[in-house]
């Protein structure tokens, strides 16, 4: 008998060959790619910087073209020249060169100026495009706003939100309304002269307003330093009765003492803006007033003060810019106007 012994032989398991990866990547590839990228990132970086000068120096010129504009209409439309010669000084307050002023001109009816202003600005990165300098140019222009509707207002958002705060008028000359009404029946002509006060208007009234109170003490006040309120065209005020000599002879030295200090060789057709003699008076119809009554104000006229005597004052009709105001197309025209504002 045959025996067959089988050998039982172990198995082998073989594991599957893994092939080895770079672990450092194709950088033969990605070095250019990022190259490029920063390339591109520099390069935006770079033209960044120069636009953001270029904007900087536009914004600089331009806001200084606009105050000198603005200033300089303050001075129209009776002193064009005066007018040029003030825009530029504060154009040059204002951080620009008197050559960098191309030109400043008023119109030829006097009642707006305009200004251009021209820069050269380096470029500092874009000289690899081949770019050395650009050159920046700006204009503006400014005009006295039509006759005066309102004065002593601050701004138009203090009045039209009801948190009106009445302008300082605590020394003499800080603010222009004097309490004096022009009667409505005058002819206004710019240059002539004329006299204020020169005699009873009606029974017990010669041409004094009470403003903000009564009494000779607050007239004399209201006429040297000004009147600090509100008032516009329509509205009702209140009468001053009596010819009061000493307390209007007392306000208006004291006004012309003020001037001799701040601008002593100030005439009616040329002048500073804040000059103390430069007056405006509410024009009102006197007709049928008896005694301390109410009269409506009709229009605001400009007037220089060139001197008083007895109570009885002389002045000329001037057209000028009262500070603080602010113009309407409906009001009459009798030498004021609005606070200038930008026409471009």
Known sequence: MLLFRFRRTPSVVR????????????????????????????????????????????????????????????????????????????????????????????????????????????????????????????????????????????????????????????????????????DVNTVYSDGEQINLQQGQVGPGNWDLLALGGTGGSNLRTNIADGYS???????????????????????????????SSSDPSGTYSNHTATDPRLLVVPVVNWEGQNGRSQVQVDAFATVWLDSYSGGQVTVNFISAVVPNSYGDASAPNYGGHGHPILIH
């Open 15 to 182: 594991s599957p060959r893994v092939s080895r990866v770079s672990r450092h990547g194709p950088s033969g590839q990605i070095a250019p790619l990022l190259a490029g990228v920063i390339a591109v990132l520099i390069g935006s970086v770079a033209l960044g910087t120069d636009v953001a000068l270029h904007y900087f120096n536009w914004v600089q010129i331009q806001k200084a073209a606009d105050s000198g504009v603005l200033a300089g209409a303050n001075s129209l439309p009776d002193n064009p020249t005066q007018a040029i010669t003030v825009a530029e000084q504060f154009a040059e307050s204002n951080g620009v060169k008197a050559s960098e002023i191309t030109s400043a001109a008023v119109a030829s009816n006097d009642l707006s100026i305009t200004m251009t202003v021209q820069r050269t600005v380096p470029y500092y990165f874009a000289k690899v495009l081949g770019m050395t300098n650009g050159t920046i140019q700006v204009t503006a222009a400014a005009a006295p706003q039509p006759a005066t509707y309102t004065v002593g207002a601050p701004s138009p958002g203090a009045v039209s939100s009801g948190t009106y705060t009445p302008a300082a008028c605590n020394n003499t000359g800080d603010c222009q309304v004097i309490p004096i009404g022009l």
């Open 229 to 259: 309120g509100l008032i516009s065209v329509g509205q009702w005020v209140t009468t001053e009765p009596g010819k009061k000599v000493g307390p209007v002879d007392q306000g208006f030295q004291d006004r012309l003492n003020a001037a």
